[in-house]
């Protein structure tokens, strides 16, 4: 016990010290939010958009300039082919489209079911998440401006966006940083204790301290113990600034609890130290550890939903999401902050997410040896 | 507390394929300075490693102060200090954190590790140094400090692997004085260097090729043996022998 603790002060004694170590703990995470929160989440304007009229009556004449009046959508294209509305998403031409099938009107007067179709890029998902929504919005509107007392248009509309009807349901406002906040916590707490572990082993590897501690008795334990701990407890404090500068600054709404947040959030670092570990087993120099957790970071990342949601991920891919532990502690955080949800249902994530963390823990543990290799 | 230091028979070491260390047997007795010699890459710090306990053997036997090297390695770390090929202190702690942090490592208490830290401080003439970062220390005191710090818990052996590499020939000398002051305390010190001259201050030297032992003996022997005048013509020689064979 006594060793831990003097390892541990050691190791908060060499970090304080560590003016760029500092600055990545402390500075980067709070320029990192400020930036992301700010670039990519602010509203969405001029989305370009192709319109496909087969109709061609009064009320999708309507509808078409209810789209052009605003300013969220920028009419680029007016075509009867829907082939090259395919090509000109492929070339970045079009992010959605709105097809007025033919017939349409006819099946309003009718009081049948009408349908109209709109597809977004979902390469950026986050972007054409936001468009479907205002796009529903707008069509919402219309019909009640119309007067018209069937909703089955809205309804209609509805059923061909599922997944956006799921989520404006918990961020009513449309407001993106509410969803991109808190996966900018997530972000931060797999980077920074992942690097932080990482770096701080190969450190001593390379400048010979690591091989001095192994002839001493201290025990392999209480090496890691020292390390892990300190990087716990700055991990922490990490998310208390960045939750504070979510909260007040962003006002993004936290609608859970603090403890489930906390209590879960141990069980994610103890992956995320826990990789950073296993990267120092088999790295000699603090470049390849930072070049190693730099492609776990980027995969990680990439396939945990925070800028590309798992649901417009082709299937094979989404199917490589399960691997990644950061996946599940993504929908977790953000379930905590904006539903508000509670253990029982997060319960499968956080079982997935445990079942990694022990797994990468106690490989790192056993891969990390008391003797040079 | 036996006589024998470190005991070997047919010590290996194998990377792969590769013979680092070939069957060394040695005796080293308590007290006494024994030096290791050899060209780079000859298996000097693979020998060392093995005897503190960082490297598994591949065969052979071994003994450090009597514990096994397989069986007892956790409990022979306790008696032996270590100074490894690079410099091993912390340079962004000041000399005294890092004299507090090994002294509590090797589980002293705080008392004793005040007591040591102002004498050995006082004795390395680095008092006023003492809340100065490790770091902003020159050269020639750093090896001395490095020695100190792993000898502050009495061990019976100390391994030096090129201690004195890098540093200048005064401080080479200061840092040979308290060897010497060392093994007349009854350390046995286990030491390897390049440096010929340095071989002459040895109680007992071997010459190691390729991972064998190719001459153990006194300096002073050995150069009656071939009949040379310095240690460092007996070392070319034997070297241009091992390499016409
Ligand atoms: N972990 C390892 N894996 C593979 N080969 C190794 C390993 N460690 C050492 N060697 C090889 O074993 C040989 C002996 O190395 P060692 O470091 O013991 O030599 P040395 O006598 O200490 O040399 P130097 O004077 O350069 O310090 C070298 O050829 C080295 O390349
Ligand atoms: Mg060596």
């Not at chain 1, 709105?98 to 986050?126: C, E, T």
């Not at chain 2, 050899?38 to 710090?45: I, L, P, S």
């Not at chain 2, 093994?183 to 001259?197: E, K, L, N, P, W």
């Not at chain 2, 201050?201 to 022997?221: Q, V, W």
Request: proline share 4%; aromatic share 10%.
């Amino acid at each position: 016990m006594k060793r831990i603790l003097q390892m541990m002060q050691k190791e908060f004694r060499q970090i304080f010290r560590d003016r760029p170590m500092m600055g990545i703990i402390f500075i980067v995470p709070l320029v990192q939010l400020l930036i992301l929160a700010f670039a990519i989440t602010t509203d969405v304007k001029h989305i370009k958009m192709s319109v496909v009229d087969f109709d061609k009556s009064a009320i999708s004449r309507e509808i078409i300039n209810a789209f052009s009046q605003t300013e969220r959508f920028d009419i680029k294209d007016f075509t009867q082919d829907l082939h090259r509305i395919d090509n000109d998403m492929r070339s970045w031409k079009t992010q959605i489209a709105l097809v007025i099938p033919a017939g349409f009107s006819k099946d309003m007067q009718r009081g049948a079911k009408p349908q109209i179709h709109i597809s977004a890029d979902g390469v950026d998902g986050n972007t054409a998440g936001i468009a479907l929504g205002y796009a529903q919005a707008i069509l919402v509107k219309y019909g009640l401006e119309n007067n018209s007392p069937d909703v089955s248009l809205t309804r209609r509309i509805s059923l061909h966006i599922v997944n956006m009807v799921e989520r404006m349901w918990y961020n009513l406002e449309l407001d993106s940083q509410q969803f991109m906040v808190p996966g900018i916590v997530v972000v931060l707490l797999t980077i920074i204790p992942m690097m932080l572990s990482a770096m701080s082993l190969v450190k001593e590897k390379e400048i010979g301290t690591l091989e001095q501690l192994m002839v001493t008795p201290l025990r392999k334990h209480q090496l890691l113990l020292g390390k892990i701990i300190p990087f716990l407890i700055l991990s922490y404090l990490e998310l208390a600034i960045v939750m504070t500068v979510a909260i007040l600054l962003f006002n993004i709404a936290m609608n859970g609890s603090y403890l489930l947040l906390a209590s879960l959030s141990f069980l994610y670092l103890i992956t995320t130290i826990g990789l950073g570990i296993f990267i120092s087993t088999f790295t000699h120099t603090q470049q390849q550890a930072m070049f190693v957790a730099w492609f776990f970071m980027v995969f990680m990342i990439i396939m945990s939903g925070f800028f590309i949601p798992i649901d417009n991920m082709p299937g094979s891919l989404q199917a490589f999401t399960y691997l990644n532990p950061m996946r599940f502690f993504m929908a977790i955080i953000r379930d905590i902050f904006q539903k508000g949800s509670g253990l029982s249902y997060l319960s499968r994530d956080s079982a997935m997410m445990t079942f990694y963390g022990i797994i990468i823990i106690t490989l790192a543990v056993f891969k990390f040896r008391k003797r040079v290799s | 507390m036996s006589e024998i230091a470190v005991q070997t028979s047919g010590l290996t070491k194998k990377f792969g394929d590769f013979v680092a260390v070939d069957q060394v047997s040695i005796d080293v007795k308590r007290g006494e300075i024994f030096g290791f010699l050899g060209a780079n890459g000859a298996g000097k710090t693979t020998m060392i490693r093995m005897l503190c306990g960082l490297l598994k053997p591949t065969s052979g036997e071994g003994k450090v102060t009597g514990l096994d090297l397989y069986a007892e390695s956790e409990r022979i770390k306790q008696k032996i200090g270590y100074m490894s090929q690079k410099f091993s202190l912390y340079n962004d702690l000041t000399l005294s954190e890092n004299i507090d942090f090994y002294g509590g490592i090797y589980g002293l208490n705080p008392t004793d590790i005040e007591f040591k830290k102002n004498q050995l401080l006082a004795d390395l003439q680095l008092t006023p140094w003492r809340d100065k970062l490790t770091g902003t220390l020159p050269p020639g005191f750093k090896q001395g400090l490095a020695l100190g710090t792993a000898m502050l818990h009495d061990p019976s052996i100390v391994f030096l692997d090129e201690p004195t590499s890098g540093v200048d020939p005064s401080s080479r000398r200061a840092f040979w004085d308290v060897i010497y002051q060392t093994a007349s305390r009854g350390i046995t010190v286990f030491v390897t260097t390049h440096f010929m001259d340095e071989a002459e201050y040895c109680h007992r030297i071997s010459i190691m090729s390729t991972g064998k032992i190719i001459a153990l003996d006194r300096p002073d022997n050995l150069r009656e043996k071939y009949k040379l005048p310095t240690i460092q013509s007996v070392f070319v020689h034997l070297m241009r022998q091992a390499s016409t064979h």
